[in-house]
Every structure is written in C-alpha cells, then in structure tokens.
Nanobody, 121 residues
Framework: QVQLVESGGGLVQAGGSLRLFCAAS????????MAWYRQPPGKQREMVARITSSGTTTYADSVKGRFTISRDNAQNTVYLQMNSLKPEDTAVYYCNAMGFVLSAFRPYNSWGQGTQVTVSS
C-alpha cells in the first residue's frame, strides 16, 4: 500500500500564492504519474495538473500559466506552486499517485486525504 500525505493548504487573498506538498511512502513501490486534483464545493473532482516520471506535465486550462507542478523522484514527492490565485480556485486539493507495488506485481492508484485551499476575494 502506498500512502500519500499532503500539506500546504490554507487561506489566501486573491492574487496570492500557495505551495502544496505531497509525499508518498510505503514499501517497494514505483511511481509513474503524480497529479493534483481538486474538488470545489458542490462540484465534482477535477484534474488540476499531472506529471509523469520523465517530467512531462499536463495542466487544466483553468490553471495554465498560473500553476506549476514539479516532483522529486528521489524523495517521492510532488509539489504544486499556485500563483495568481482566484476565488474560483477554492477547493479541497488531493494528491494522486499511480504506479506499481513491486513486491506484489500489481498496480496501485492512491489518494491523499486532501488539503483545503480557500481564496478570498
């Protein structure tokens, strides 16, 4: 089992910045893709940004140019730098990781517990 723990959420004024952090832990696993999703109040969860093990990134149109995803493969961590935040960015942000549990030869798809980001106008 691969566990994900997020941190870095909080309350910020519009135009401000936050940096989210997520660390993966477990035994004998590889990570292919790491991503950030978010779920605004009353809405469905949506993909915000994704990064592969080789560093290829994908962003939702709504965050392009404002958010940057990065990862440290050696530390099994992923970051989300969020700049120029808007009230519509308010949501619970979830870290996601997909890869393989090497000892069991099976894939996994793990989620963090979520961290609240609130942007005031």
């Amino acid at each position: 089992q691969v566990q994900l723990v997020e941190s870095g959420g909080g309350l910020v004024q519009a135009g401000g910045s936050l940096r989210l952090f997520c660390a993966a832990s477990g035994s004998s696993f590889s990570i292919d893709t790491m991503a950030w999703y978010r779920q605004p109040p009353g809405k469905q969860r949506e993909m915000v940004a994704r990064i592969t093990s080789s560093g290829t990134t994908t962003y939702a149109d709504s965050v392009k140019g404002r958010f940057t995803i990065s990862r440290d493969n050696a530390q099994n961590t992923v970051y989300l730098q969020m700049n120029s935040l808007k009230p519509e960015d308010t949501a619970v942000y979830y870290c996601n990781a997909m890869g393989f549990v090497l000892s069991a030869f099976r894939p996994y798809n793990s989620w963090g517990q979520g961290t609240q980001v609130t942007v005031s106008s």
